[in-house]
């Protein structure tokens, strides 16, 4: 079964930096695109980056673009989310998504 494990979440102060990380299993990693979902405390998920299977073709949503900086490692099944400059407003659960299916998230904070 499809599994999407995610980490690197906790809490940075504004302008500081975390990486996050998306272990997936269950699936044959290399064919499928890959999203990092948010979601902020009250509000619905926002899509904030996807990209593509061979992972040379990247994409971001107009609120971190130039910040986050996704990538991943097909030999490793693992996709990353690396965020700089961070914001109280990037503050949320991060999700990894293929598809229909969605890890658990990992938590991030930013906050003075």
């Known amino acids: 079964q499809v599994q999407l494990l995610e980490s690197g979440g906790g809490l940075v102060q504004p302008g500081g930096s975390l990486r996050l990380s998306c272990a997936a299993s269950?699936?044959?990693?290399?064919?499928?695109?890959m999203s990092w979902v948010r979601q902020a405390p009250g509000k619905g998920p926002e899509w904030v980056s996807s990209?593509?299977?061979?992972?040379?073709?990247?994409h971001y949503a107009d609120s971190v673009k130039g910040r986050f900086t996704v990538s991943r490692d097909n030999a490793k099944n693992t996709v990353y989310l690396q965020m700089n400059s961070l914001k109280p407003e990037d503050t949320g659960v991060y999700y990894c998504?293929?598809?229909?299916?969605w890890g658990r998230g990992t938590q991030v904070t930013v906050s003075s």
């Open positions: 998504r293929q598809g229909g299916y």
């Open positions: 269950g699936f044959t990693f290399s064919r499928y695109t």
């Open positions: 990209i593509n299977n061979y992972g040379d073709s990247t």
